[in-house]
């Protein structure tokens, strides 16, 4: 994810895509979809449909990370992160 934000935040939304969505399936490869890191590689990914203005891609994305950080206690920033990019 940290090379994925490098390029989100330098406007390369396709290279940030690429990156975003290879940590994502990475996560889901070894760690699982109930992990955290999963969750934080949707919320990544969300956030960044949502600043090329792909409304429609982020909304599933960060609605599905957010139910993944809310039974999670420890999650309450991200679960923030999550509904932020929701707002």
């Given at each position: ?9 330098a ?17 889901e ?29 982020a ?18 920033r ?10």
């Amino acid at each position: 994810d940290r090379m994925g934000n490098q390029h989100l935040h330098a406007g390369d939304y396709e290279a940030a895509r690429r990156l975003f969505e290879q940590a994502l399936r990475l996560r889901e490869a070894t760690l699982g979809r109930e992990d955290p890191e999963f969750a934080t590689s949707l919320r990544w990914l969300a956030r960044l449909h949502e600043l090329a203005g792909n409304i429609a891609a982020a909304v599933p994305l960060a609605r599905q990370a957010a139910a993944m950080f809310e039974g999670d206690p420890r999650q309450r920033r991200d679960l923030a992160d999550a509904l932020d990019n929701l707002a």
